[in-house]
């Protein structure tokens, strides 16, 4: 497992994630902040530790990026019948050829009728990841028409658990809302947990607040996309993301980095 220990130090530096899923171009087309994908990668470098990014996408970069690649492996379009069914649209072995530290796959638990499928492909990816040693992310979100709230931390609890449980290197999933509660979805795996977002909130200090509390519950970091990738200035904000979680900012202090 030496190669994957190499790849995760890559990803994740001191065991911390800054990470920036720029794979919404399949769903939704080449929407506000990643219309042209080279540039878009190069507004985050220096700041981010790593990129979310489709096979497409990796192949576009013109030069090896200054920020750490995972390939996403799973996608769905909005205009399709069943957009919460993600599938699988690449491979472990073409992500490394492609110069990726990573793949990434999105699973939607609680979706009707694809559940099934999408957790079988997020075991047989954690599988080919262990053989080659390449660091697995699955995006876990509670997503169907038995989910009345995606942020119930009940649900969150257990969407993260299953993407330990079925083998995944980090775990991403939404924060349910305060510090007390994404403590329990923390203490439940064994992995490192990083957050989505979570409910919306109005100001950049919110959104600051929400990290740092993540940080204190025990979260690796964040893997944070249109809420970095459609701002005018992404690399600013990452800054000050970065400064909570690796300098331990408050978000006070963090967000005087903003201007």
């Known amino acids: 497992m030496w190669g994957k220990q190499v790849r995760l130090a890559r990803l994740m530096p001191q065991?911390?994630?800054i990470c920036v899923p720029m794979d919404h171009g399949v769903t939704d087309g080449p929407i506000k902040?990643?219309?042209?994908?080279?540039?878009?990668?190069?507004?985050?470098?220096?700041?981010?530790?790593?990129?979310?990014?489709h096979k497409g996408s990796i192949?576009?970069?013109?030069?090896?990026?200054?920020?750490?690649?995972?390939?996403?492996l799973s996608a769905s379009t909005y205009v399709g019948p069943e957009p919460n069914h993600k599938v699988r649209v690449g491979d472990v072995l073409e992500a490394l050829r492609l110069g990726a530290?990573?793949?990434?796959?999105?699973?939607?638990v609680g979706g009707e009728p694809s559940e099934p499928e999408m957790l079988?492909?997020?075991?047989?990816?954690?599988?080919?990841?262990?053989?080659?040693?390449v660091p697995l992310l699955a995006m876990?979100?509670?997503?169907?028409?038995?989910?009345?709230?995606?942020?119930?931390?009940?649900?969150?609890?257990?969407v993260a658990r299953v993407g330990a449980e079925l083998g995944a290197d980090i775990v991403k999933v939404p924060y349910t809302g305060s510090r007390e509660s994404f403590e329990k979805v923390v203490n439940g795996v064994h992995v490192p947990v990083v957050?989505?977002?979570?409910?919306?909130?109005?100001?950049?200090?919110?959104?600051?607040?929400?990290?740092?509390?993540?940080?204190?519950?025990?979260?690796?970091?964040?893997?944070?996309?249109?809420?970095?990738?459609?701002?005018d200035d992404p690399g600013k904000f990452l800054e000050a993301i970065r400064g909570i979680i690796y300098k331990g900012m408050k978000p006070e202090e963090a967000v005087e980095l903003l201007g």
């Open 15 to 17: 065991g911390k994630m």
């Open 59 to 72: 192949k576009a970069l013109r030069e090896p990026p200054n920020v750490s690649v995972m390939m996403h």
């Open 33 to 53: 902040g990643i219309e042209n994908i080279v540039e878009a990668v190069k507004r985050v470098e220096g700041q981010a530790t790593c990129v979310v990014l």
């Open 195 to 231: 957050i989505a977002g979570g409910p919306k909130v109005s100001s950049d200090l919110d959104v600051l607040k929400m990290v740092y509390d993540a940080v204190q519950a025990g979260a690796a970091g964040i893997a944070f996309g249109r809420n970095v990738f459609q701002r």
């Open 120 to 133: 079988r492909k997020l075991g047989e990816v954690a599988a080919e990841a262990d053989e080659l040693g």
């Open 140 to 158: 876990m979100y509670a997503r169907g028409p038995n989910i009345k709230d995606k942020y119930d931390p009940e649900k969150i609890a257990l």
């Open 101 to 108: 530290e990573g793949v990434s796959v999105h699973v939607n």
